[in-house]
């Protein structure tokens, strides 16, 4: 079993809709980061987080540190939107030096 | 905010030619620095890792290397590719409790 788990893996939406994408994991953490990946390849930080709720533009991402759970939301969403979204997890310890340990990502297509 | 430059974006490369793969960061200093890899269809998976000038960490047993010559370069090296090697590679910064930053990435494909 991976340490860090997301769903779906594919997501289809039309345009305006609300999307949720969750990421559980399974170790202990420092942060949690939400990222995004183009079709380019570069990939961009969204958030990191250590507790509670972020928000960004119409995205916004929650985390519950006892369940272990985050989740990444799009509010009307738009056709731009469409890409990877990768949760990825700081571990906890003093040996972690920072590496992050990375879901396998959801693939969002949003469709006008 | 931290810069990351990483090239070549593209690189196709015969099996057993070598390689070498540049990242340098600008806006910070003794940073920690980290290769990852993605295979297609897979999730980003961390290579090596240096918490200071010529301090290597290795995750993984492979066919590549990795130097940090200064403080804000980190290459990654191979003598002779394998197709395996095929993927794309990424470098990224990170410190501890704060935000990571990527580099665009180079896709390598082992002909």
């Known amino acids: 079993k991976n340490e860090v788990e997301q769903s779906p893996q594919n997501l289809t939406a039309q345009e305006g809709e609300f999307i949720t994408i969750n990421c559980s994991y399974s170790?202990?953490?420092?942060?949690l980061h939400w990222l995004q990946q183009h079709p380019g390849g570069g990939i961009v930080s969204l958030f990191m987080?250590?507790?509670g709720k972020k928000k960004h533009g119409r995205l916004i991402a929650t985390i519950n540190i006892q369940e272990k759970h985050s989740s990444l939301h799009i509010t009307a969403s738009h056709p731009r939107d469409s890409a990877v979204y990768i949760c990825?997890?700081?571990?906890?310890?003093?040996?972690?030096?920072?590496?992050?340990?990375f879901g396998q990502g959801t693939i969002l297509t949003v469709h006008p | 905010s931290q810069t990351i430059h990483q090239w070549p974006a593209t690189l196709v490369q015969p099996v057993g030619s070598p390689l070498s793969l540049e990242c340098t960061v600008e806006?910070?200093?003794?940073?920690?620095l980290y290769w990852y890899r993605q295979a297609a269809g897979r999730g980003l998976q961390l290579l090596f890792y240096?918490?200071?000038?010529?301090?290597i960490s290795s995750e993984v047993p492979q066919n590549l290397s990795a130097s940090r010559p200064q403080d804000r370069q980190f290459i990654l090296s191979s003598k002779k590719l394998l197709l395996s090697d095929s993927g794309f590679y990424l470098c990224?910064?990170?410190?501890?409790?704060?935000?990571?930053?990527f580099g665009q990435g180079t896709r390598l494909t082992v002909v």
């Open positions: 806006g910070t200093s003794n940073p920690n």
């Open positions: 990224a910064c990170r410190e501890r409790y704060t935000e990571a930053f």
């Open positions: 990825a997890v700081a571990n906890a310890g003093g040996t972690s030096y920072g590496k992050l340990t």
């Open positions: 170790v202990g953490i420092s942060a």
């Open positions: 240096s918490v200071g000038i010529g301090q």
């Open positions: 987080l250590s507790s």
